[in-house]
């Protein structure tokens, strides 16, 4: 049985649909089960109802799992409980979404974050796998209104590369880690799309799905986190991610691998077919 946390997420719900597609045992933990697919993709999975702020409900969803895919917004108190949940239930593998550049010494509080857990995971003795994926390219979405109402969006990255990877891409590389974690015991993988491009590209790769052009509107980062605040976004939230905006331009997600391509037997998908796919959202 391989549970999935996170599975009404980004990465989550696609890894569901294709655990259970594949016919294999799979379960999804939920916090409300009404946010389920409703449109039959999760055909075949249990839905486990849960929330990691409640160590009954993960244990109960962990009985009898054999194999964890542990995906959260990363609070470390959170994955903690989890990865202590699985230990009690016996669960024998931990495939854990985690940071590239996850160190405990990182400036960036979440890529601590997910440092902490990561320490955690191997003094739990569990048999695991980690999963590091390079920018989403579903964060788009989040600017997909901005896109339909002013035809660009704002960024902070400069001229900063990286190698954006659809989380279509991710969730295919987690399932087939998921179904033969055996073969997957203490490794890490780098997950990315197929070339590193900036925002530019991704303006170039809107214009061309949406049939008019998008632009990238150059701001540096702090002007970012002020526009941030100002329509909403919590303060730390804001100035974390200007942070890391301020990093990407200075080169540090521009990196690649092929590791989704050896993982799932397919190349990754890369901002064109992403954009085609999304057009109707950013037109
Ligand atoms: N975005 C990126 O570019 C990027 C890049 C590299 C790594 N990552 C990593 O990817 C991971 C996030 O994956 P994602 O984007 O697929 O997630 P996501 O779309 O943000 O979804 C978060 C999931 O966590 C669930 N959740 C939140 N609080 C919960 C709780 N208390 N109990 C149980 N479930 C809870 C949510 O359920 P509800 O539907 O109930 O809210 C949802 O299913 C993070 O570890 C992040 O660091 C992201």
């Known amino acids: 049985m391989i549970l999935t946390t996170g599975a009404t ?16 045992a799979t379960r999804a933990l939920v916090r409300d089960p009404t946010r389920a697919p409703q449109d039959g993709s999760w055909s075949g999975a249990e839905i486990a109802s849960g929330d990691f702020e409640r160590p009954d409900t993960l244990d109960a969803a962990m009985a009898g799992v054999d194999t964890l895919l542990l995906i959260s917004p990363s609070v470390p108190a959170q994955e903690i409980a989890a990865i202590d949940s699985a230990v009690r239930q016996g669960v024998k593998h931990v495939v854990k979404i985690t940071n590239h550049r996850a160190t405990e010494d990182s400036p960036v509080d979440r890529r601590r974050d997910h440092a902490r857990i990561e320490a955690h995971l191997r003094a739990s003795g569990l048999s695991h796998t980690l999963l590091a994926p390079n920018l989403f390219m579903q964060n788009l979405l989040v600017v997909a209104p901005v896109v339909r109402q002013t035809h660009g969006f704002v960024m902070s990255t400069g001229d900063g590369r990286f190698g954006m990877v659809d989380s279509r891409d991710v969730a295919a590389a987690a399932a087939a880690v998921a179904a033969a974690p055996g073969d997957h015991e203490g490794r890490a993988y780098l997950l990315t799309g197929p070339e590193l491009v900036s925002y530019d590209d991704v303006a170039d790769a809107l214009t061309r799905a949406v049939g008019h052009e998008v632009e990238y509107r150059r701001v540096t980062p702090a002007e970012h986190r002020e526009g941030m605040i100002a329509a909403g976004v919590p303060e730390p939230v804001a100035s974390s991610n200007a942070q890391v905006f301020g990093l990407i331009a200075e ?27 999304h057009a109707d959202v950013f037109r």
Request: no cysteine; hydrophobic share 50%.
């Open 9 to 24: 997420g980004r990465i989550g719900a696609e890894a569901v649909r294709l655990l259970a597609g594949g016919g294999l």
């Open 251 to 277: 080169g540090d997600a521009a990196w690649l691998s092929d590791d989704v391509a050896a993982l799932t037997g397919r190349r990754a998908r890369g901002l064109g077919t992403f954009a085609a796919d």
